[in-house]
């Protein structure tokens, strides 16, 4: 049977596999296809996470969509620590929002300064 793996960050790709497959293997091949490390990879199937046992047993069948995600742990090991890398992806994380929800704001209360002026 094939699937297909999505990711947000690369192309949709399909994979030939067999219902009997086990989870980590699938782990191992999305490993290769997409470069992310098992210990790091995210996998849902119809918003569920895929933790173990085979793709029968999770319900995956013949064309279905499978989504990677890349997990990120950019926490340091004490509670209280963050490395500047940390700070710094959380910094533009927070202004990637702000830039997002100030658009969102001017689209919805002054749309005209998006207009064209002919």
């Given at each position: 049977?094939?699937?297909?793996?999505a990711?947000?960050?690369?192309?949709?790709?399909?994979?030939?596999?067999?219902?009997?497959?086990?989870?980590?293997?699938?782990?191992?091949?999305?490993?290769?296809?997409?470069?992310?490390?098992?210990?790091?990879?995210?996998?849902?199937?119809?918003?569920?996470?895929?933790s173990?046992?085979?793709?029968?047993?999770?319900?995956?069948q013949?064309?279905?969509?499978?989504?990677?995600?890349?997990?990120?742990?950019?926490?340091?090991?004490?509670?209280?620590?963050?490395?500047?890398?940390?700070?710094?992806?959380?910094?533009?994380?927070?202004?990637?929002?702000?830039?997002?929800?100030?658009?969102?704001?001017?689209l919805?209360?002054?749309?005209?300064?998006?207009?064209?002026?002919?």
């Amino acid at each position: 049977m094939y699937i297909t793996i999505a990711s947000n960050t690369e192309d949709p790709r399909k994979l030939e596999v067999h219902e009997d497959m086990e989870v980590e293997i699938l782990r191992e091949l999305v490993s290769i296809e997409y470069s992310i490390p098992v210990d790091k990879q995210k996998l849902t199937f119809e918003g569920k996470v895929l933790s173990g046992g085979t793709l029968k047993d999770n319900n995956v069948q013949n064309d279905s969509m499978v989504f990677v995600e890349k997990e990120d742990t950019m926490m340091g090991s004490a509670a209280g620590e963050m490395s500047a890398e940390a700070q710094k992806y959380i910094a533009e994380q927070i202004e990637r929002e702000n830039i997002e929800k100030n658009l969102q704001d001017a689209l919805e209360f002054n749309p005209e300064a998006f207009a064209k002026v002919v």
